[in-house]
């Protein structure tokens, strides 16, 4: 069984989005709570709560959307820490890296030694974390959540060590309920059970977490020997000193790789991304794999290159100048092929994105774009085109806003908002005053040239913006307004003037 150190920092898509641990803050995906800090924890909020619930928990919590990028981008600085003990960092994904731990443990006095100089450096680097020694990666990752800062679980031990742990651990809830049901309430109930019963009743996937809970890899290694070299490279003349250009390089790479791997019925764990420097310097990372595709890739290999960038520079600006960028398979193991959705979601994903990829070579780079969503008040100003491949814009403002218009999301922002007319009962216009008072309620509403009557509307919503700059201060007022036609309105009035904003479905 390998040993295996794991260092882990805790709540990282809240330190990613800048949230402090002692701030009540959650950040949020799809609505639920993706992640939260301490201090949210004491007060009742939980990973996978809905937004309102979390907020009812806890009024005036700290709420940002979840930054995947930054995510990844900043852990490569907790990597690179890391990578003081051994060049053979693995970045399970942001948040979470493991490395062998023998070589390194004889060479810092022994496993407890070398987890806390771990720690120490993580937290040296200005981020809190936990390290654990243990055999195998499961085990090792709940070794380093365990204590204070951690612990190590004694080479053998890792059975007993997880049995305790109750099955959510697992990550699989599903499982965990159905198990929960039948009276299996620990990993140890469960991996006292008989392997060949459980892969007949539950199938690979429970087969595959009572392999864990037993404290057993998550599958036996079945090296390929012979194989041959999978490896994938590119050169770059002139060096590219824009991370554009290595990015794009990245995503045709990991399409070849993939390409390679398929040919000979093989997959691989982990992928090794080098990129080699104009000044000689060579950055390498190893990458957990398990079937990315090549966007995935690619953002990875942004990542690497973000980590790297001097200071001062810009963006899109490369350190030095990339000469080189090679993609390595590591531990190869025959494909056993994976159950994908009925229609094959990640087979579609992954062609879809090759072509954009070709579609983006024939257009420019920003010939294909994707609307990426952000902060605002109105609907028109809460998408923004990215380039696909690209990252967001770093300088978005952030909210509060207040005046924003809540949900639900309009189905259409015209790009050029057409000319209304709202009316009265007596055929006067409706007017907003200064202190957001209506002149009367709305009974009809007239867009290019047709009327029809109000049968309800709420509001207004007013915005004043850039109050402090006359030349762009901004000030409207915002109404939702439904029509005896079935129809349903985002108007805005600015300046005496209403117009559609948006339109619901």
Known sequence: MTRVLVVWCPDWPATAVG?????????????RVAACTAAARAEGVRRGQRLRDAQRRR????????????????????????????????????????????????????????RVHAQDTVVEAGYDCGAGVADGLFAAELAARAGEGGLVVPEGEAAAFLAPYPLSVLDRPELAGLLHRLGVKTLGDFAALPPGHVAARFGADGALAHRLARGEEPRPLAPVRGAPDLSVRTAFDPPAERSERVVFGAKRLAGELHEGLAAGGLACVRV?????????????????????????????????????????????????????????????????????????????????????????????HHGITRPVLVGGRGPGERVVRVPVGDLPPADLPEGPWPGRVTGPAPAAVPVSPPAAELLDASGAAVSVSARCEVSAPPAVLAVRGRAAAVTGWTGPWPADERWWDPGRARRRARFQVTTEDGAAYLLAVEGGRWHVEAVYD
């Open 272 to 364: 090794e991304v080098a990129v080699g420097f104009a000044d000689g310097h060579v950055l390498r990372r190893l990458w957990r794999h398990d079937g990315m595709s090549a966007l995935a890739v690619a953002e990875r290999v942004r990542w690497q290159l973000s980590a790297w960038r001097p200071e001062g520079a810009r963006a899109e600006q490369v350190w030095g100048g990339v000469t080189w960028l090679e993609l390595t398979p590591d531990q190869l193991v025959p494909d056993e092929g994976r159950q994908e959705a009925l229609w094959g979601r990640t087979t579609v994903t992954d062609r879809i994105a090759r072509a954009a990829d070709r579609i983006q070579a024939l257009l420019g």
């Open 59 to 114: 009024p005036g919590l700290v709420v940002r959307e979840r930054d995947r990028d930054a995510e990844g981008r900043l852990f490569e600085t907790v990597a690179e820490a890391v990578a003081e003990l051994t060049p053979r960092v693995e970045v399970v994904r942001p948040g979470l890296c493991a490395l062998p731990a023998r070589g390194p443990a004889r060479f810092h006095g022994g496993e407890e030694a070398l």
């Open 19 to 31: 949230v402090d641990a002692s701030t009540p803050g959650a950040v949020v995906e799809r609505g």
